[in-house]
C-alpha cells in the first residue's frame, strides 16, 4: 500500500474550499457556522451581557495539583484545525465516496454545539482562569470567550468527536487496518488537546468528564463506557506528549504542524488521583443518567450544587 502519510500534514484551505464548491457539502458546512456561532458565541455573549443564566464555578481542588503552562496553549487552539485536517484527509482519498460521510460529520458537528447548548441554556459554568494575554493566544482567547460554557466541555467533545468518527468512517470503507497508524495518531492528538485545556487553565477536571458523559450521550454507538474508560485511562499516562510525533515518513512537513509544548510531567500520585476522579465521576453521571428524563439532568444537578459566580 502506498505511503499515505499524517493526518496533520493535510491543507485546512483545502477542506474550505471542496466545503463551498461542492453542492452536496455547501449546506452543511453553512449549517454548522451557524450553529457555532449562536450556540457558542452568541449565547455566550447574550448571556455574559444580560446575566439572565445562572452561573456556576466548577473549581476542584484537583485543580491546584495541575500546573498553568502558558507554552500549551499553541496545542489547545489546534481543536479547530483538528476536525477540518481530518476532513482533508477523507474527501483527498476517497473523493466523492466520502461526500456523504464528511457530511455527515459536519452536521453532527453542528448538532454537538446545539447539544451541549442544552446544558449551556439552563445553567452557565466557569473556572479560576488566569488572566494571562503576554502571548497574542490568550489574548484572543480572553476576547472571544467570556469563559462561561465549561460543563460540559465542548472541546473534549469535539476532539473526542473527531478521534471517533475518523475510526468509524475508516471502519465503513472497510479501511480501518490500512490506516492504524493515522487512527492512533488521531486519538493521541485527542489527548494532547484534552491535557493542553487543563494545562492553560481553560478548564477543570471537573469538565472533561462532563464532556465524556455529554458525548456518551450524543453517540453511544460512537463513544460507548468502556472507550470513555479506555480513553481516560490515558490522560496523564507517563508523560503526556505535547503533540503526536511526526511518522518518519511525513517529518519533512512537520512546520505544517502545530508548535509543541514542552512535555509536562505530573508526580505519579497526582497524576493518578485525577484520574480517577474524572473516571468516578464520569460514572456517577452516567449512573444518574439511567434514570434521568433527560440526558442533562445529571449535569445541571451538579452544576446547581457548586458554588455560585456573581458576575
Not at 458565541?41 to 451581557?49: H, S, V, W
Not at 496545542?75 to 476536525?83: A, M, N, Q
Not at 471502519?171 to 494532547?192: D, P, V
Amino acid at each position: 500500500m502506498k505511503n499515505v502519510g499524517s493526518v496533520y500534514d493535510e491543507s485546512q484551505v483545502y477542506t474550505y474550499i471542496k466545503m463551498f464548491s461542492v453542492s452536496a457539502l455547501r449546506s452543511a458546512a453553512v449549517r454548522c457556522i451557524y450553529s457555532i456561532f449562536y450556540n457558542f458565541f452568541y449565547r455566550q455573549f447574550r448571556a455574559a451581557l444580560l446575566h439572565h443564566i445562572p452561573v456556576s464555578r466548577v473549581d476542584h481542588p484537583l485543580d491546584q495539583k495541575i500546573p498553568f503552562v502558558p507554552s500549551w496553549v499553541v496545542i489547545y487552539v489546534d481543536f479547530v484545525s483538528f476536525w477540518i485536517r481530518m476532513i482533508a484527509f477523507l474527501l483527498r482519498r476517497y473523493g466523492r465516496k466520502a461526500y456523504t460521510p464528511v457530511r455527515d460529520i459536519v452536521e453532527s458537528i453542528a448538532k454537538l454545539y446545539a447539544f451541549a447548548a442544552e446544558t449551556y441554556q439552563k445553567n452557565l459554568s466557569t473556572t479560576n482562569r488566569p488572566f494571562y494575554i503576554i502571548r497574542p493566544h490568550f489574548f484572543f482567547i480572553h476576547l472571544l470567550d467570556p469563559h462561561l460554557m465549561c460543563v460540559p466541555s465542548l472541546h473534549v467533545m469535539l476532539v473526542i468527536f473527531t478521534y471517533t468518527k475518523f475510526a468509524a468512517v475508516l471502519r465503513s470503507f472497510g479501511e480501518a487496518e490500512n490506516y492504524t497508524a493515522q487512527i492512533e495518531e488521531m486519538k493521541r492528538g485527542a489527548l494532547a488537546i484534552t491535557h493542553a485545556i487543563l494545562f492553560i487553565k481553560q478548564h477543570s477536571v471537573n469538565c472533561i468528564p462532563a464532556a465524556m458523559y455529554a458525548m456518551t450521550c450524543f453517540d453511544a454507538a460512537l463513544f460507548p463506557p468502556e472507550d470513555v474508560e479506555s480513553f481516560a485511562a490515558l490522560l496523564f499516562d507517563k508523560e503526556p506528549a505535547a503533540s503526536p510525533a511526526p511518522p518518519e515518513h511525513s517529518r519533512k512537513n512537520s512546520r505544517k504542524r502545530p508548535s509543541s509544548a514542552p512535555r509536562t510531567k505530573l508526580p505519579a500520585a497526582d497524576a493518578s488521583e485525577i484520574k480517577n476522579h474524572i473516571i468516578s465521576l464520569y460514572r456517577k453521571f452516567l449512573a444518574e443518567g439511567k434514570t434521568a428524563q433527560q440526558w442533562n439532568q445529571p449535569l445541571l444537578k451538579f452544576l446547581r450544587q457548586m458554588p455560585a459566580f456573581n458576575q
